[in-house]
């Protein structure tokens, strides 16, 4: 049965009537499947909810052991049937646990893919091809303008900087979780090996990473030090909305860098008051996403949320039947 | 041009001035000539001409990209530069990349002496060879449009920094009083900065002297303002501009020392030296003839060696007839006659007035007004004032009247010399009320830079036989918070999108203030507003009790 007939959108969310259930719901609901565990996509409070254990483990350490009635953990590639649909969940390359929601009903195959990127990123499984009736993406960075450059040539950046201003601290702001991580592995990739210090809201994901086996090095919580001028000449990571507030302004001659894909866009580096754009994103850009259509290639594309136009738009030339979900909720920022 | 495209690159993204002018000294002793005095010019905005039109870039993207795609990227990015720099691919047809990239001084004089033809050609090769700042930094270059947050001013600090880091002993004050007589790549006023050469000789050219600019006044200020200290003179409703006329040639400068010349044939050709000589302050306004008796009213200025005519200040508006116009015709000029209002000298019959007081300077230009036989001249002169109550019914005054060509009040301190810049505590500006409506919102569209992710553009209307129609569009007037909130209601009451603009519910009414209103036929309204701001916005009134549109045109 074509999945229009299982799949409707509300205030909530994705609604799919085959696994009575929603993906990613903005609300408490009775039964949850999670993608990932970004705060605008994992929420508390429902009643039963699938998702892979790095998900679950994500979600127990934002929202403590009750986040949710019953957890069911979904290894990557495990079958489930559930209500009246089979239900499997594939790496989507985005973050530790992420994952594509795989829905078979009817001998039709829908795929939610969350959010999703096809750079290399050595904290998570890349992103899994499948072959399906219906993909719904996301459309974060879904303009052409958007072309994330190699990660290492932005890391390096930091570093020349670092090497430049050999007194200041090189301030980096980076979502607690994935980005982070990502951040500190290219830094290792390229011979950082000195300790790297962190605002306290990144301590337990970075901990969380190394538990499942993500190597990060030395890492030392800034709240450790008795005198933060010893930062001088060191690299400190804080979560974006530390950057410009009171934590920040005990370190010694900051400079200040964020870490986002947004930041190719010079309007949104200023917004930041980033001295240093790093433009690190852990969503496709423009190219990934036309790539993925290629290679997934459906019979029909959904788009769920971010430049939902333009993508549909490109879709549309490319020869695939394409619509937008247009659905709220979803910020921007954790990206 | 790499070196200049990290500049500005880093220019725009440093937010200490302490910082930005450190990448400036660094890149001028790092830079040779003439590339590094080419930069000062793209950074000062003393280039005196474009590389490439913008329709041009518009017309090579639109080539390169689907039309529906580039509308979303540039509605989402703001800016066409910026777009265009991140949208760039080179097509299967172009001409070869190049390996290295020229220098800027090379890049500056093949669009200078290319034909339109071959700088096509150039600007796809070299958009083709660069990356997306880069792309950004030509861009912005040839287009004349480079604005990373440093101002002429403090690109001038700046060289009299580097002068002195050179060891020599210049001011900044030094480099204002040559930096008009002097022209890119600046080989001279360089080697005289770093003291190997001698000042460039500016005397015999005629330069612009930049002028002295007013702080608006607060209310706190006000009550300092006392009748022995300052100098009251209306603030005129035209442009202000500087009248130079030396035995070098002559010249009309607008406020940012463009020269305008050009526009006002009938009143830079009749000047002459015998009559007048020297660097004026003043205004430029249109002028109405009317037969009138000689009482004094606000706005009639005296008539000159002429009994009959007298002249009026006319409205902005048709001053606005006269400006931007390369050759004016004959009929253009009898119909909007201009003339000068003078309101202060800088130097006169050879001598510099600059260091004198307000007081010294205006006593000067009144003695020689008394010789001058020019009918389009006329002169400010100060206002009688004894106290705050005083200054505060004359700026009533201004506000009753019913043509708008008074906007306000000058206040001066007496004892102030004529600095260049915005001095602090010496020339206030206080400025009449403003008109205020109550607008609908109609539509809304992004900002640009800073604000390209909000929804900040609005345009509103006025009521007519039931229906709204759109009267003006406004961006500014709110603070950072009232913009969050009129961006959410934006997002949440669309009702209708064309390209980047976005139709609203017709449901929020906006007091809309501004200066003046004027006939128009290019708006379906028949009516245009000067400076239209958001003054406040009114979350409490329906939108049914919105002003109509008959109210806006009785105001004109
Ligand atoms: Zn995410």
Redesign the pocket.
């Known amino acids: 049965m074509h999945p229009e007939k299982w799949i409707k959108t509300d205030k909530t969310g994705l609604y799919c009537r085959a696994l009575d259930a929603y993906i990613d719901p903005m609300h408490p609901v009775k039964r949850a499947i999670i ?4 705060a ?2 994992a929420r508390p409070g429902h009643s039963e909810v699938y998702a892979t254990p790095q998900t679950l483990g994500i979600m127990r350490i934002r929202y403590g052991d009750d986040f949710c009635e019953k957890p069911i953990p979904m290894e990557y590639g495990q079958t489930r049937s559930i209500h009246k649909a089979q239900l499997h969940m594939v790496p989507a390359g ?2 530790l646990g ?1 994952a594509q929601a795989v829905i078979d009903y009817k001998d039709y195959r829908l795929i939610l893919a ?2 999703y990127k096809r750079h290399p990123d050595p904290s998570c499984p890349p992103f899994e091809v499948t072959p399906c009736d219906v993909f719904v993406t996301e459309a974060t960075f879904g303009l052409p303008v958007f072309r994330h450059p190699p990660i290492n040539q932005q890391i390096q950046k930091l570093l020349d900087s670092m090497a430049l201003f050999e007194n200041r601290c090189h301030l980096v702001g980076a979502y607690a979780l ?1 980005k982070c991580q990502r951040v500190i592995l290219a830094l290792r990739a390229l011979g950082y090996n000195k300790p790297i210090y962190l605002h306290g809201a990144l301590l337990r994901l970075c901990e969380f990473y190394q538990e499942n086996g993500v190597e990060l090095g030395e890492l030392i919580p800034v709240s450790e030090l008795d005198n933060p001028k010893v930062l001088a000449g060191e690299l400190v990571i804080a979560p974006p909305s530390a950057l410009n507030d009171r934590w920040s302004r005990k370190l010694p001659e900051v400079m200040t860098a964020m870490a986002s894909g947004w930041m190719q866009i010079r309007a949104r580096s200023k917004q930041r008051r980033a001295e240093l754009p790093l433009i690190i994103s ?2 496709c850009d423009w190219s990934e996403l036309i790539q993925t259509i290629k290679e997934v290639n459906p019979r029909e594309l959904w788009v769920t949320h971010g430049r939902e136009q333009a993508l549909v738009h490109q879709a549309q030339k490319m020869g695939y039947k394409a619509k937008a979900l247009s659905l709220v909720g979803y910020e921007e920022d ?2 | 041009m790499e070196a200049f495209a990290e500049l500005v690159d880093k220019l725009y993204f440093t937010s200490s001035n302490l910082a930005k002018s450190a990448l400036i000294k660094q890149y001028l002793s790092q830079t040779p000539d003439p590339d590094r005095g080419w930069a000062i010019a793209a950074i000062a905005g003393t280039l005196s001409f474009d590389f490439f039109k913008r329709k041009l870039i518009k017309d090579l993207i639109t080539e390169r990209v689907d039309p529906v795609l580039f509308d979303l990227s540039y509605d989402y990015v703001g800016e066409m530069s910026e777009t265009v720099s991140h949208l760039w691919q080179a097509q299967a047809d172009d001409p070869p990349g190049m390996k290295v990239l020229p220098s800027l001084a090379e890049v500056v004089n093949t669009f200078a002496n290319g034909k339109r033809a071959e700088n096509r050609n150039y600007l796809i090769t070299l958009l083709n060879s660069m990356s997306a700042p880069q792309r950004w930094a030509l861009l912005k270059l040839g287009t004349r449009g480079l604005r990373i947050g440093v101002s002429a001013r403090f690109l001038k600090k700046t060289l009299a920094e580097y002068a002195q880091d050179c060891g020599s002993d210049i001011s900044i004050e030094d480099v204002e009083r040559i930096w008009h007589g002097v022209a890119p790549p600046y080989k001279a006023l360089l080697a005289y900065l770093e003291g190997k050469a001698e000042a460039p000789d500016v005397s015999e050219s005629v330069t612009f002297q930049p002028l002295m600019l007013s702080h608006p006044l607060s209310d706190d200020e006000l009550q300092s303002i006392r009748a022995s200290d300052f100098q009251a003179e209306w603030k005129f409703d035209g442009i202000r501009v500087q009248l130079v006329v030396t035995s070098a040639g002559k010249a009309l400068f607008s406020r940012t020392g463009d020269d305008i010349s050009h526009s006002f044939p009938d009143i830079i050709d009749e000047l002459e030296t015998q009559h007048i000589y020297g660097v004026f302050d003043g205004e430029l306004v249109a002028l109405n003839p009317r037969v009138t008796d000689a009482h004094e009213i606000k706005g009639v200025l005296e008539a000159k060696n002429d009994n009959q005519t007298h002249y009026e200040i006319a409205s902005f508006n048709q001053l606005q007839q006269r400006l931007n116009k390369k050759k004016p015709g004959n009929k253009l000029i009898s119909n909007y006659p201009c003339g000068l209002i003078l309101y202060d000298v800088l130097s006169l019959e050879g001598k510099d007035l600059r260091e004198n007081t307000l007081v010294e300077r205006s006593k000067a230009l009144a003695n020689w007004f008394k010789t001058q036989p020019y009918h389009f001249i006329h002169l400010s002169r100060p206002l009688d004032f004894t106290d705050t109550h005083s200054l505060i019914s004359l700026r009533e005054e201004a506000t009753q009247l019913e043509q708008g060509y008074i906007e306000g009040l000058m206040l001066k301190r007496k004892d102030a010399v004529y600095v260049s810049g915005r001095p602090k505590g010496k020339w206030f500006k206080w400025k009449r009320d403003p008109r205020l409506i109550d607008a609908v919102m109609m539509y809304a569209q992004r900002g640009h830079g800073k604000r390209s992710s909000f929804y900040s553009d609005y345009t509103f209307g006025c009521w007519q036989d039931g229906k709204l129609l759109p009267v003006g569009k406004a961006y500014s007037g709110f603070t950072d918070d009232e913009l969050k909130q009129l961006d959410r209601w934006v997002r949440q009451n669309t009702i209708g999108r064309f390209g980047p603009v976005k139709e609203v519910e017709k449901a929020l009414v906006l007091e809309v203030a501004f200066d003046s209103v004027h006939p128009s036929n290019r708006h379906k309204s028949g009516v245009a507003m000067r400076f239209p701001r958001i003054h406040r916005i009114r979350w409490d009134k329906p939108a049914n009790e919105a002003d109509h549109l008959t109210t806006l045109q009785a105001m004109i």
């Open positions: 993608t990932h565990g970004h605008d996509h985005h973050i992420s969350g959010d994935g852990d969503h954790e990206d």
